[in-house]
Each structure stands twice: as C-alpha cells, then as structure tokens.
C-alpha cells in the first residue's frame, strides 16, 4: 500500500488546512488509517485516527475539538481537517495504515507510512 499526504501549507493562527491520504495498491477499506505529526527536534506523536471497524475517530488531548479525521473507502483517501491551528500544530504530518483496528495511537501498529506534508502556523 502506497500513501501520498497533500495539504500542507503556511497559515496564520485561527486558521484552516485540510490534509488528505490517498491510498492505492491495496484494500483500503481493511485498514485503519491515522495521522501522525512531528515538530522541528520532537518525536513523531499522534495526533487522529480512524479504525477501519467504523465509529469515531480518536485523538490526542491537544487537538480534540479542533481537528477531525474522516475517510472516504470509495476514493481510497482520509482526511485531516484541522480548524483553529496554534503555533504549536506547526509540524511534518504524516498519513499511515495499520492492519490492526486497536491501539492506533502507537506509531509501531502501524504498517505503511506516507511521506510528510509540512504545516507551518504563524502567530
């Protein structure tokens, strides 16, 4: 499975970006799909994710209520739609699959990454 993340781009705080991951070589709708990010010197963290078992979407603390994952398995894409950004969102987002349908907040259950989309908010 291949991913290619979109989206990124420069903003002012209070802003908008959508991200997208689009998906192909495999069956996209077998897997959960999650979203995670990396500043400048920090470790990649979580930041959403979706299980591919249906519900809602889970997310780290610091991006509840601003930011929401969503797929759509028909266009083999999951989105990342992140209202209200904060200096503190600027980071490298990164899409990623996973097999599995639990504990998708570990970056290691995951199975195939994407390259990066760089999101810079501004103050």
């Known amino acids: 499975v291949q991913l290619q993340a979109s989206g990124g781009g420069s903003v002012q705080a209070g802003g908008s970006l959508r991200l997208s991951c689009a998906a192909s070589?495999?069956?996209?709708?077998?897997?959960?799909t999650g979203w995670f990010r990396q500043a400048p010197a920090k470790e990649r963290e979580f930041v959403a994710a979706?299980?591919?078992?249906?519900?809602?979407?889970y997310y780290t603390d610091p991006v509840r209520g601003r930011f929401t994952v969503s797929r759509d398995n028909d266009k083999n894409t999951v989105y990342l739609q992140m209202n209200n950004l904060e200096p503190e969102d600027t980071a490298v987002y990164y899409c990623?699959?996973?097999?599995?349908?639990?504990?998708?907040?570990?970056?290691?259950?995951?199975?195939?990454w994407g390259r990066g989309t760089l999101v810079t908010v501004s103050s």
């Open positions: 990623a699959a996973s097999r599995r349908i639990l504990s998708l907040k570990h970056l290691e259950n995951y199975d195939y």
């Open positions: 070589g495999g069956t996209f709708s077998s897997l959960s």
């Open positions: 979706m299980s591919s078992s249906g519900g809602g979407g």
